[in-house]
């Protein structure tokens, strides 16, 4: 039944080192978000793809990117971590306009 | 930006009506008011939204003011199983639907 699966779920890596955190979804809908939530913060909208159109806001840095190979799959690479990025990552699906259906997060470690 | 304020937290007795207030008095006529929470280390889950009328579904009710400037989520019956962080969002729907989340209320539900 799950519909957003975000793998893994704890994620561990050192200041520096490269990251991919992966989000699938069952829905098939055409637009699939990344959410950064640090400690007792709100989530923080860093992108989105409407179908292959890629939609970064203005405050993300350039050290996320993110990748969709298909309707089904988008990845999010931190390629520089630093201790900053240690947070819970949210993806997140909708359809068009619709509502918004979260998976359970990733929560990234920077050692 | 946030464009909503929240009381940072309340409480609530089991089995009572939880009324959750938000304003939001610069909230243009294309925009909808749309409420999620987040129950701890889960992802936000939608609850319901609006633009004009009064909303019911399964879940709660919403509640608009007639000039739109301030709304107020109610959970009829309240249960233990909904303590959680609501939060309150105005969003245009246009392309994507990008929320941007405030600082929620912390609703804690007492025995």
């Known amino acids: 039944d799950a519909m957003v699966i975000q793998n893994p779920r704890y994620q561990v890596t050192q200041f520096g080192k490269p990251v991919t955190l992966s989000c699938s979804q069952t829905?098939?809908?055409?637009?699939m978000y990344w959410y950064q939530q640090k400690s007792s913060q709100a989530p923080k909208l860093l992108f989105h793809y409407y179908d292959k159109d890629f939609n970064n806001e203005a405050d993300t840095p350039d050290n996320f990117q993110s990748r969709r190979p298909n309707t089904s799959f988008c990845f999010l690479d931190i390629r520089s971590p630093g201790l900053g990025d240690a947070a819970m990552y949210l993806c997140?699906?909708?359809?068009?306009?619709?509502?918004?259906?979260f998976g359970p997060g990733t929560r990234l470690t920077v050692l | 930006d946030a464009k909503t304020t929240q009381p940072p937290s309340m409480d609530c007795a089991e089995g009572r009506a939880a009324n959750l207030p938000c304003n939001h008095s610069t909230i243009s006529g294309n925009e909808y008011v749309y409420w999620y929470r987040q129950i701890h280390s889960q992802g936000p889950q939608y609850i319901i939204h609006g633009l004009k009328n009064n909303e019911t579904n399964e879940m709660a009710s919403l509640i608009i003011t007639e000039d739109r400037k301030s709304s107020t989520l109610i959970l009829p019956h309240a249960t233990l199983r909904d303590t959680a962080v609501y939060y309150c969002i105005v969003a245009t729907q246009t392309g994507a639907n990008n929320l941007f989340f405030g600082t929620g209320t912390r609703l804690t539900v007492i025995p």
């Open positions: 997140a699906t909708g359809q068009g306009l619709d509502t918004q259906y």
């Open positions: 829905l098939n809908h055409n637009v």
